[in-house]
């Protein structure tokens, strides 16, 4: 069993930067692909980036260039800095961990509570 705590969500200007942290228990964390997914109202849960157990990394096409997914085994945490923020990036950021690294949501099979990103324009 993994838990996944999620930081670093809030309000923030066009253009400005956030960075979100997910901490995860247990001592496998480095075993684990990891995704953020985000989910705006209205709209289904969609992947925005993941890093797979090896470092291998895959973005959605609207963050790259402005997105980075990075982990840090051995602080059991995955990181996702948001640069040039935009307002259609406003979702619900969900981190999940999974055994088998992947796209979709279905692939993951732990899930933290998700934080807030707002972006105003």
């Known amino acids: 069993q993994v838990q996944l705590v999620e930081s670093g969500g809030g309000l923030v200007q066009a253009g400005g930067s956030l960075r979100l942290s997910c901490v995860a228990s247990?001592?496998?964390?480095?075993?684990?692909?990891m995704g953020w997914f985000r989910q705006a109202p209205g709209k289904q849960r969609e992947l925005v980036a993941a890093?797979?157990?090896?470092?291998?990394?895959t973005y959605t096409d609207s963050v790259k260039g402005r997105f980075t997914i990075s982990r840090d085994n051995a602080k059991n945490t995955v990181f996702l800095q948001m640069n040039s923020l935009k307002p259609e990036d406003t979702a619900v950021y969900y981190c999940?961990?999974?055994?088998?690294?992947?796209?979709?949501?279905?692939?993951?099979?732990?899930w933290g509570q998700g934080t807030q990103v707002t972006v105003s324009s």
């Open positions: 247990g001592r496998t964390f480095s075993m684990y692909a």
């Open positions: 999940a961990a999974g055994y088998y690294y992947s796209t979709v949501v279905s692939g993951y099979d732990y």
């Open positions: 890093i797979s157990s090896g470092g291998i990394t």
